[in-house]
């Protein structure tokens, strides 16, 4: 199947930094993406979807400036936590689809995910 | 939306033994899911499929059963293997399956 890379798979930041995390389609082409956040023992949470070559769409009460989403090409898009608090420490997971309409099997492809701590 | 400060339930199982888990959709519009297993520390894996004019469906080992009515989800797994150990979540869709909407979750245990 197809692969979604994350990078990186694991950071430490101090309050008050930005930390970017990348996620990339290796062996396809990606015209939307999503960035789920996750905390322990909880499910996924949608936070945004990437669009490729326009903004992206937040879902509701997830700040934009805070979490900023560039998807610049077809198979990269990053996420930018913004002055970093410990609140945000997090497991951060994107997922991509391949091309548009509607899905075939497996056509939602997930990344490792990156474990953001903020000291 | 977002189960805050809840704890996964879990199932613990025999090895051999077969599974059943289940998930409680919320949008009654909702006409794709599925299963994903996440295991520790690792992104999801899909699992099985199923859209909203189908009942059944069956993979390798797994079945899904939708029940439109309640709003439920079910995966089965027959003949538990301690791989099957992880976290299970069903997933929700609507509107030209663009977003993903997680449910809560259940921890499944094998014990060998």
């Known amino acids: 199947g197809a692969v979604v890379s994350q990078h990186p798979s694991w950071v430490i930041c101090k309050s008050g930094t930005s930390v970017k995390i990348e996620c990339r389609s290796l062996?396809?082409?990606?015209?939307?993406m999503f960035w789920y956040r996750q905390f322990p023992k909880q499910s996924l949470m949608l936070m945004a979807t990437?669009?490729?070559?326009?903004?992206?769409?937040?879902e509701q009460g997830v700040e934009k400036d805070k979490f900023l989403i560039n998807h610049a090409s077809l198979t990269l898009s990053t996420l930018t936590v913004t002055s970093a608090h410990p609140e945000d420490s997090s497991f951060y997971i994107c997922?991509?689809?391949?091309?548009?309409?509607?899905?075939?099997?497996?056509?939602?492809?997930f990344g490792e995910g990156s474990r953001l701590t903020v000291l | 939306g977002e189960s805050v400060g809840l704890h996964l339930p879990t199932l613990s199982v025999q090895e051999g033994d077969n599974s059943i888990i289940n998930c409680a959709y919320s949008n009654s519009a909702s006409d794709y899911f599925i299963w994903y297993k996440q295991e520790s520390g690792k992104g999801p894996q899909f699992i099985i499929d199923?859209?909203?004019?189908?009942d059944k469906r069956q993979g390798q080992r797994v079945t899904v059963l939708l029940n439109k009515t309640v709003k439920h989800l079910s995966l089965q797994i027959a003949a538990t293997q301690p791989g099957d150990s992880a976290v299970y979540f069903c997933?929700?869709?609507?509107?030209?399956?663009?977003?993903?909407?997680f449910g809560s979750g259940t921890k499944l245990n094998v014990k060998p």
């Open positions: 062996d396809f082409q990606a015209t939307t």
């Open positions: 199923i859209r909203s004019n189908m």
């Open positions: 990437s669009n490729e070559g326009s903004k992206a769409t937040y």
């Open positions: 997922s991509a689809r391949a091309g548009g309409g509607a899905p075939n099997t497996g056509e939602l492809f």
């Open positions: 997933a929700e869709t609507w509107h030209n399956f663009n977003k993903f909407y």
